[in-house]
């Protein structure tokens, strides 16, 4: 039987790259389990640990049931983390100590200095991703890696500091970001609200647009730089986005 996704995650390469015996793995989101599979694997091998925070409710701002849409039906969560444990290898279980509930209330619990990867994934908001980071920071050893999930856009180019709190509020906004469609051609959706959390936090300090809108911060280094977007494998420049048109400043 096989576990989880078979392509191979960037979370999964990164630990694979950068790996250190008996680490410590933090992950906050792991959704379905197929992420979180992955990890597992390596920090199996690895002879480590790996925390796994999630509340199962989905996130606030989606109502969509044919996406992750927010609930607090306990039927649907009991589900969810059913569905969870479904991907997850059974040998790789006494590898993660699932820890259901807000990572508000979760990551203050962890020890500060000790996680050598602690992996972002949860809420898409502005305020709800400020507040994992901040959470999250103290918690890195010296040298360990801050990622993350859904860096989808620069926060320059799409003048993401002059959005609203509305607008940051949102799961996405419709704006060319990195994201790419299976023909390779932009999806037009940033999680702006990652892109000015991240972004803001480390003062523009980390690397981002590494694959599938990642981005990574690795503590006690400065390593930035913008991979830029690209569609049809050309640079992508922006001539096909009409921004009279399709800009979500217009309303400031």
Known sequence: ??????????????????????????????????????MAQIVSAFNGKLIVIDWFKGQISIDDENDIFYTEDEEVIKQRIKTFWSHINPKHHDVIDLRI????????????????????????????????ISLA????????????????????????????????????ILVPGYGHDTDGNITPHVHAGVVKAVWEFFFGDVMYNLPQNKWCHVKGHTLT????????????????????KDDPHKKL
Not at 110 to 117: L, Q, R
Not at 140 to 149: Q, S, T
Not at 227 to 237: D, H, I, Y
């Open 1 to 38: 039987m096989i576990f989880g996704d078979t392509q191979e995650h960037w979370i999964k390469s990164l630990l694979k790259t950068f790996g250190r015996e008996e680490m410590k793995v933090v992950q906050v989101g792991a959704w379905d389990g197929h992420e979180t599979e992955q």
């Open 101 to 132: 509930g807000d990572s508000k209330e979760l990551i203050p619990q962890i020890e500060d200095n000790s996680v050598d990867f602690f992996h972002i994934d949860g809420a898409h908001e502005y305020e709800e991703v400020k507040r994992d």
């Open 137 to 172: 920071f103290p918690k890195v050893k010296l040298n360990g890696f801050i990622c993350g999930d859904d860096y989808s856009g620069d926060y320059e180019y799409l003048r993401i500091n002059k959005l609203t709190d509305e607008q940051l509020s949102q799961d996405t």
């Open 225 to 244: 730089g913008n991979l830029g977007a690209f569609k049809g494998g050309k640079k992508f420049e922006g001539e096909d986005w009409d921004w009279e």
